[in-house]
């Protein structure tokens, strides 16, 4: 397995990144996440790859993004291993032992939701991001290769996010 980082896949960062200032508040607040744990973190329900990531992204979704005002998270995206993956035993330094799968899985979620690397965003405007953007079956293209998504557990939390949509009623 190659562990050569990818030829960068994703938009440049873009600093000016929706309007929050560089805050050292929010800054020592804030969560980094890779495009991928967008929508990770909306479905996670518990499961992780060893104890210590779960119980480390169970700290970050459950502990704060799911908190009573976890919508205020600020959250910064980053094109290289994150908050998500710090404990995770696939991580090797800043890649991962799978870095041309994740690289393509970050590059497509970061086309869908219109992500760049040092853009900053609230947990509520992500979720509003999504639910604008994504729809359930886009999971099939944009996960493709993922191990969870035969689960099915990240579509129901996209649909409970969406509700119905046209694409669900259309004929
Ligand atoms: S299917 Fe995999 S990559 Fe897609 S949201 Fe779920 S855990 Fe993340």
Same mark, same amino acid.
């Given at each position: 397995?190659?562990?050569? *980082? *990818? ?6 960062? #873009? ?7 560089? =805050? ?31 119980? #480390? ?8 993004? @799911?908190?009573?005002?976890?919508? +205020? ?17 696939? @991580? +090797?330094? =800043? ?21 760049? *690397? ?19 079956? =886009?999971?099939? +293209?944009?996960? +493709? ?27």
């Amino acid at each position: 397995m190659s562990l050569q *980082p *990818p030829k960068p896949t994703l938009p440049t960062a #873009n600093p000016a990144s929706l309007g929050h200032p560089p =805050d050292s508040r929010l800054r020592a607040a804030r969560v980094r996440f890779r495009p991928h744990h967008f929508l990770c973190a909306l479905g996670y329900q518990g499961k992780g790859y060893s104890d210590r990531f779960t119980a #480390n992204m169970s700290a970050i979704v459950l502990g704060r993004l @799911r908190a009573p005002d976890g919508g +205020r998270t600020i959250i910064e995206v980053t094109g290289a291993t994150d908050d998500i993956c710090a404990p995770c035993p696939k @991580r +090797r330094g =800043d890649h991962c032992m799978s870095q041309v799968q994740i690289a393509a899985l970050d590059s497509r979620h970061a086309a869908a939701l219109g992500l760049a *690397p040092g853009d900053r965003l609230t947990w509520a405007e992500a979720q509003v991001r999504i639910r604008h953007r994504v729809h359930a079956d =886009d999971l099939d +293209r944009l996960c +493709r290769g993922c191990g969870w998504l035969a689960l099915g557990l990240c579509k129901a939390a996209l649909r409970s996010l969406t509700g119905p949509t046209d694409r669900d009623t259309a004929p």
